[in-house]
C-alpha cells in the first residue's frame, strides 16, 4: 500500500457543488499539505498542517477549506466548486519539516464542468 | 520575480550524453534545495537533496549548489529514455516548513 493515499483518484463535478478530497498517510509524518497543479504554474500550495490542532493558510486558499482530523488524514473541501479549480491536485507530508523534502501523494484530477 | 525559476523547456538531450537543468532562486536565506522528477500525469519523486555549495553526487544523477550566485543545477549522466520527464526544482529556507516549487522543466531523451 502506497505511504499516502489520495481519494478519489479523478473526479468530475458540477459547478456549485462541494467536493472534498481525502488524504491519509501512514508515515507517522506530522506535517501535511495540500498543492495544486496547473499547466505552467507548477505546484501551489493551497493550506499546511503541522498537527491536527494546527492549520495554516497557503498562498492559494481562497475557496478551498481543511480539516485535519486525525494525524493521519487531512481532508480539502472546495466549498461551491468553480471551473478554474480544474486542476491535479497533490497530499505531500514530511518529518521534522520541509528539510527533508516532501513524500506525495498519487494525486488527484479534479474536473470542475 | 518567482522566488524559484527554471526554464520551462522542452529540452531535448540525445541517449547517452549528458542533461543539465538549470534552477535560481531569489531568497538568500534559501538553504535546503530539492530535485524531484515527475512523469506525465503522475506524482513527484525526489531524487536529489543538496544543503551546502558544491556538488553531491548519486548515481547518474549529480546536483550542484551555488549559494553565492542563488543557483541551483541538476546533472544526469548517461541520459536513458526513461529519464524523460518534468523535473521540478523546490527550495527552502531552514527551518521552514513549506517548500517553494519552480514550474518545472520537461525533459526529453532521443533515443
Known amino acids: 500500500d502506497a505511504d499516502v493515499t489520495q481519494t478519489p483518484r479523478n473526479r468530475i463535478t458540477k459547478t456549485g457543488k462541494r467536493i472534498m478530497l481525502e488524504c491519509s498517510q501512514t508515515k507517522g509524518h506530522d506535517r501535511m499539505y495540500w498543492y495544486r497543479q496547473d499547466p505552467g504554474l507548477g505546484l501551489r500550495l493551497i493550506y499546511y498542517?503541522?498537527?491536527?490542532?494546527?492549520?495554516n493558510k497557503g498562498e492559494i486558499s481562497d475557496g478551498y477549506s481543511v480539516s485535519r482530523q486525525a494525524q493521519a488524514k487531512f481532508s480539502l473541501s472546495l466549498e461551491s466548486a468553480i471551473p478554474n479549480q480544474t486542476a491535479l491536485y497533490f497530499c505531500?507530508?514530511?518529518?521534522?519539516?520541509?528539510?527533508?523534502?516532501?513524500?506525495f501523494g498519487s494525486g488527484t484530477r479534479l474536473t470542475v464542468v | 520575480q518567482k522566488e524559484v525559476e527554471q526554464n520551462s523547456g522542452p529540452l531535448s538531450v540525445p541517449e547517452g550524453a549528458i542533461a543539465s537543468l538549470n534552477c535560481t532562486y531569489s531568497?538568500?536565506?534559501?538553504?535546503?534545495f530539492f530535485w524531484y522528477r515527475q512523469y506525465s500525469g503522475k506524482s513527484p519523486e525526489l531524487i536529489m537533496s543538496i544543503y551546502s555549495n558544491g556538488d553531491k553526487e548519486d548515481g547518474r544523477f549529480t546536483a550542484q549548489l551555488n549559494k553565492a550566485s542563488q543557483y541551483v543545477s541538476l546533472l544526469i549522466r548517461d541520459s536513458q529514455p526513461s529519464d524523460s520527464a518534468t523535473y521540478l526544482c523546490?527550495?527552502?529556507?531552514?527551518?521552514?516548513?513549506?517548500?517553494?516549487f519552480g514550474t518545472g522543466t520537461r525533459l526529453t531523451i532521443i533515443p
Open positions: 498542517s503541522f498537527d491536527v490542532k494546527d492549520i
Open positions: 505531500a507530508t514530511s518529518e521534522n519539516g520541509a528539510n527533508y523534502g516532501y513524500t
Open positions: 523546490a527550495g527552502t529556507r531552514a527551518g521552514n516548513e513549506k517548500l517553494t
Open positions: 531568497d538568500r536565506g534559501s538553504q535546503s
